[in-house]
Protein backbone atom coordinates (compact mmCIF):
# COMPACT_ATOMS: atom_id res chain seq x y z
CA UNK A 1 0.00 0.00 0.00
CA UNK A 2 1.15 3.45 -0.75
CA UNK A 3 1.78 6.02 1.68
CA UNK A 4 -1.48 8.08 0.24
CA UNK A 5 -3.50 5.09 0.09
CA UNK A 6 -6.25 4.75 3.21
CA UNK A 7 -6.89 1.70 4.36
CA UNK A 8 -10.35 0.17 4.09
CA UNK A 9 -13.04 1.75 6.29
CA UNK A 10 -13.63 -1.59 8.01
CA UNK A 11 -9.70 -2.13 8.38
CA UNK A 12 -9.97 0.80 11.05
CA UNK A 13 -12.79 -0.41 12.89
CA UNK A 14 -12.43 -1.71 16.09
CA UNK A 15 -13.72 -5.43 17.21
CA UNK A 16 -16.05 -3.68 19.08
CA UNK A 17 -17.22 -2.22 15.80
CA UNK A 18 -16.72 -4.82 13.93
CA UNK A 19 -18.82 -7.17 16.31
CA UNK A 20 -21.77 -4.78 16.07
CA UNK A 21 -22.26 -4.46 12.70
CA UNK A 22 -21.34 -7.78 11.84
CA UNK A 23 -22.80 -10.00 14.74
CA UNK A 24 -23.10 -13.86 15.04
CA UNK A 25 -26.12 -15.16 12.60
CA UNK A 26 -27.55 -18.71 12.44
CA UNK A 27 -29.29 -19.81 9.33
CA UNK A 28 -30.96 -22.53 9.01
CA UNK A 29 -28.82 -24.88 6.09
CA UNK A 30 -29.51 -23.26 2.99
CA UNK A 31 -28.56 -25.98 -0.37
CA UNK A 32 -27.83 -22.70 -1.91
CA UNK A 33 -24.22 -22.37 0.38
CA UNK A 34 -22.97 -25.38 -1.96
CA UNK A 35 -23.55 -23.46 -5.43
CA UNK A 36 -21.84 -20.22 -3.49
CA UNK A 37 -18.87 -22.09 -2.88
CA UNK A 38 -18.88 -23.19 -6.58
CA UNK A 39 -19.50 -20.21 -8.38
CA UNK A 40 -16.73 -18.48 -5.99
CA UNK A 41 -13.93 -21.68 -6.86
CA UNK A 42 -14.82 -20.90 -9.89
CA UNK A 43 -13.88 -16.91 -9.74
CA UNK A 44 -10.81 -18.04 -7.68
CA UNK A 45 -9.64 -20.19 -10.20
CA UNK A 46 -9.79 -17.36 -12.84
CA UNK A 47 -7.76 -14.79 -10.55
CA UNK A 48 -5.20 -17.29 -9.45
CA UNK A 49 -4.68 -18.87 -12.76
CA UNK A 50 -1.10 -17.78 -12.94
CA UNK A 51 -0.79 -19.47 -9.50
CA UNK A 52 -0.05 -22.67 -8.56
CA UNK A 53 -3.10 -23.78 -6.20
CA UNK A 54 -3.31 -27.35 -4.74
CA UNK A 55 -6.91 -27.56 -3.92
CA UNK A 56 -9.46 -25.45 -3.03
CA UNK A 57 -12.11 -26.79 -0.49
CA UNK A 58 -15.89 -25.84 0.80
CA UNK A 59 -15.23 -25.85 4.97
CA UNK A 60 -16.90 -24.86 7.98
CA UNK A 61 -20.54 -25.63 8.68
CA UNK A 62 -21.66 -24.37 5.51
CA UNK A 63 -20.43 -27.59 4.39
CA UNK A 64 -21.66 -29.68 6.48
CA UNK A 65 -24.61 -30.23 5.37
CA UNK A 66 -28.31 -30.40 7.38
CA UNK A 67 -27.16 -28.46 10.26
CA UNK A 68 -27.36 -24.53 11.35
CA UNK A 69 -24.95 -22.39 10.30
CA UNK A 70 -23.36 -18.56 10.13
CA UNK A 71 -24.63 -18.17 6.55
CA UNK A 72 -20.42 -17.60 5.55
CA UNK A 73 -18.78 -19.91 3.20
CA UNK A 74 -15.52 -20.64 4.39
CA UNK A 75 -12.69 -21.66 1.77
CA UNK A 76 -9.61 -23.18 2.34
CA UNK A 77 -6.94 -22.58 -0.66
CA UNK A 78 -4.14 -24.79 -0.60
CA UNK A 79 -0.53 -23.86 -1.99
CA UNK A 80 2.67 -25.48 -2.42
CA UNK A 81 5.61 -24.67 0.20
CA UNK A 82 7.10 -22.75 -2.70
CA UNK A 83 4.82 -20.81 -3.27
CA UNK A 84 4.43 -17.14 -2.32
CA UNK A 85 1.23 -16.39 0.23
CA UNK A 86 1.99 -12.08 -0.35
CA UNK A 87 1.93 -12.74 -3.55
CA UNK A 88 -1.09 -14.81 -3.97
CA UNK A 89 -3.27 -12.06 -1.28
CA UNK A 90 -2.06 -9.58 -3.77
CA UNK A 91 -4.06 -11.44 -6.16
CA UNK A 92 -6.73 -11.58 -4.25
CA UNK A 93 -7.12 -8.29 -2.54
CA UNK A 94 -7.44 -7.00 -6.51
CA UNK A 95 -10.12 -9.56 -6.99
CA UNK A 96 -12.09 -7.94 -4.05
CA UNK A 97 -11.05 -9.62 -0.74
CA UNK A 98 -10.08 -7.69 1.97
CA UNK A 99 -6.86 -8.99 4.34
CA UNK A 100 -8.45 -9.40 7.72
CA UNK A 101 -5.55 -11.41 9.26
CA UNK A 102 -1.69 -12.35 8.53
CA UNK A 103 1.02 -14.67 10.19
CA UNK A 104 4.46 -16.17 8.12
CA UNK A 105 1.81 -19.00 7.22
CA UNK A 106 -1.55 -18.10 7.36
CA UNK A 107 -3.96 -15.54 5.59
CA UNK A 108 -7.62 -14.94 6.47
CA UNK A 109 -9.56 -12.75 3.87
CA UNK A 110 -12.92 -11.95 3.54
CA UNK A 111 -15.26 -10.72 0.65
CA UNK A 112 -19.20 -9.74 1.54
CA UNK A 113 -18.61 -7.40 4.43
CA UNK A 114 -20.18 -3.63 3.87
CA UNK A 115 -19.86 -0.59 5.70
CA UNK A 116 -23.89 -1.07 6.00
CA UNK A 117 -23.55 -4.96 7.00
CA UNK A 118 -23.28 -8.48 5.81
CA UNK A 119 -23.71 -8.82 1.77
CA UNK A 120 -26.07 -11.48 0.23
CA UNK A 121 -22.81 -13.50 -0.24
CA UNK A 122 -20.24 -13.39 2.29
CA UNK A 123 -16.71 -15.33 1.64
CA UNK A 124 -14.20 -16.28 4.54
CA UNK A 125 -10.98 -17.49 2.50
CA UNK A 126 -8.33 -19.40 4.17
CA UNK A 127 -4.70 -19.46 2.18
CA UNK A 128 -2.15 -21.79 3.65
CA UNK A 129 0.01 -24.03 2.27
CA UNK A 130 -0.61 -27.58 1.64
CA UNK A 131 -1.30 -30.00 4.72
CA UNK A 132 -2.45 -27.42 7.20
CA UNK A 133 -6.09 -28.55 6.63
CA UNK A 134 -7.32 -29.85 9.64
CA UNK A 135 -10.81 -28.32 8.79
CA UNK A 136 -11.45 -31.20 6.09
CA UNK A 137 -11.00 -34.01 8.56
CA UNK A 138 -13.30 -32.21 10.88
CA UNK A 139 -15.61 -31.26 7.89
CA UNK A 140 -15.91 -35.02 6.67
CA UNK A 141 -16.44 -36.86 10.86
CA UNK A 142 -19.60 -34.35 11.10
CA UNK A 143 -20.61 -35.11 7.50
CA UNK A 144 -20.23 -39.25 8.26
CA UNK A 145 -21.49 -38.80 11.59
CA UNK A 146 -25.22 -37.48 12.32
CA UNK A 147 -25.16 -37.51 16.12
CA UNK A 148 -21.71 -35.67 16.01
CA UNK A 149 -22.80 -33.07 13.60
CA UNK A 150 -26.39 -32.75 15.99
CA UNK A 151 -24.09 -31.82 19.14
CA UNK A 152 -22.69 -29.86 17.05
CA UNK A 153 -25.28 -27.53 15.94
CA UNK A 154 -26.64 -27.78 19.57
CA UNK A 155 -23.49 -26.46 20.79
CA UNK A 156 -23.90 -23.61 18.52
CA UNK A 157 -27.12 -22.50 19.02
CA UNK A 158 -26.29 -22.59 22.48
CA UNK A 159 -23.64 -19.92 21.92
CA UNK A 160 -24.83 -18.23 19.53
CA UNK A 161 -26.87 -15.53 21.68
CA UNK A 162 -24.92 -15.16 24.89
CA UNK A 163 -21.72 -14.29 22.34
CA UNK A 164 -23.43 -12.47 19.45
CA UNK A 165 -20.99 -9.45 19.30
CA UNK A 166 -18.12 -11.86 20.49
CA UNK A 167 -16.81 -13.46 18.00
CA UNK A 168 -13.89 -14.65 19.44
CA UNK A 169 -16.00 -15.96 22.53
CA UNK A 170 -18.12 -17.93 20.29
CA UNK A 171 -15.13 -19.33 18.38
CA UNK A 172 -13.17 -20.29 21.57
CA UNK A 173 -15.67 -22.20 23.35
CA UNK A 174 -16.08 -24.32 20.04
CA UNK A 175 -12.71 -25.25 20.03
CA UNK A 176 -12.82 -28.25 22.26
CA UNK A 177 -15.13 -29.98 20.33
CA UNK A 178 -13.67 -29.32 17.53
CA UNK A 179 -10.32 -30.26 18.65
CA UNK A 180 -11.75 -33.79 20.04
CA UNK A 181 -13.25 -34.40 16.63
CA UNK A 182 -10.86 -33.33 14.25
CA UNK A 183 -8.40 -35.98 16.75
CA UNK A 184 -10.82 -38.84 16.10
CA UNK A 185 -11.63 -37.73 12.18
CA UNK A 186 -7.01 -37.76 11.32
CA UNK A 187 -6.30 -41.52 13.18
CA UNK A 188 -9.73 -42.28 11.12
CA UNK A 189 -8.62 -40.76 8.04
CA UNK A 190 -5.24 -41.01 8.18
CA UNK A 191 -2.96 -39.54 4.88
CA UNK A 192 -6.57 -38.52 3.83
CA UNK A 193 -5.64 -34.60 2.67
CA UNK A 194 -1.84 -35.14 2.88
Same mark, same amino acid.
Given at each position: ?? *? ?36 ? %????? #? ?10 ? *? ?11 ? &? ?7 ? &? ?10 ? /? ?10 ? &? ?17 ? !??? *? /? ?9 ? !? $? ?5 ? /???? $? ?7 ? /?????? *? ?7 ? #????? #? %?????? #? ?8
Amino acid at each position: MS *HDEQPHPLLRMSLTQLWELFPIILSPFNPLWREWFEEE %KSFLL #KQLACEKVLRIS *HIGSTAIGGIWAK &PIIDILVEI &PQEASLSQIKEK /LLEAGYLCMNET &PTRITLNKGYTLQGFAEKV !FHL *H /LRYGGDNDELY !F $RDYVQEH /LLVA $RQYEALKIS /LWKPYE *HDRDAYTAH #KTDFI #K %KYTQIA #KKMYQGRYA
